[in-house]
């Protein structure tokens, strides 16, 4: 399997992952999804936005070069998510943004050089990928926490489930 391939597997597990976890948190109600659990994020919202900030941030800002078209964007912050439905069109134009990028993926564009000012030298394009998906676990796993403490299922995350269907029981 090429590195692209991969990439591109990756990527379709962490929308997938996120899609999961949105569906989840929409059907516990915007009263629970806007509360402070004291996570990184305090809310599930903000930590769901955070997440597309990031996906958003390395491979449509940085690996794009769209930096200005990224960062003026209002509905990009946290405060201006009001609803499910900003939330839902935030992945939708995300996830849009990232399919250009996946559309023209080639080994080549793997290798080139990506910058983010928030850390210091520049890393691959590659590396951006694994970066933000290695973000998004993280914070997903911020979520499930706050699913167990209140003695819930929390959403499926699993690669394997993920990817094939696969139905896996979780007890």
Do not use: C
Not at 114 to 127: C, H, M, N, Q
Not at 129 to 151: K, P
Request: glycine share 2%; net charge positive; hydrophobic share 40%.
């Amino acid at each position: 399997m090429s590195r692209v391939d991969s990439i591109r597997r990756l990527v379709r597990y962490d929308r997938l992952a996120f899609e999961s976890f949105e569906r989840s948190v929409r059907r516990l109600g915007w009263r629970k999804a806007v509360a402070n659990h004291e996570i990184a994020h305090r809310s599930l919202k903000d930590t769901l936005v955070h997440i597309l900030n990031v996906h958003e941030a390395w491979l449509v800002a940085a690996a794009q070069d769209r930096w200005e078209e990224v960062f003026r964007k209002p509905n990009r912050r946290a405060a201006t998510v009001r609803s499910f439905s900003d939330l839902r069109r935030y992945r939708i134009e995300t996830w849009q943004a990232i399919d250009g990028l996946m559309d023209d993926l080639t080994e080549a564009r793997l290798d080139r050089r990506v910058k983010v000012p928030w850390i210091s030298g520049r890393y691959t394009l590659e590396d951006a990928f694994y970066q933000t998906s290695f973000e998004q676990a993280h914070h997903l796993g911020e979520v499930i926490a706050v699913y167990w403490q209140r003695d819930k299922v929390p959403p499926q995350m699993m690669w394997i489930p993920l990817l094939t269907g696969v139905r896996v029981s979780v007890r």
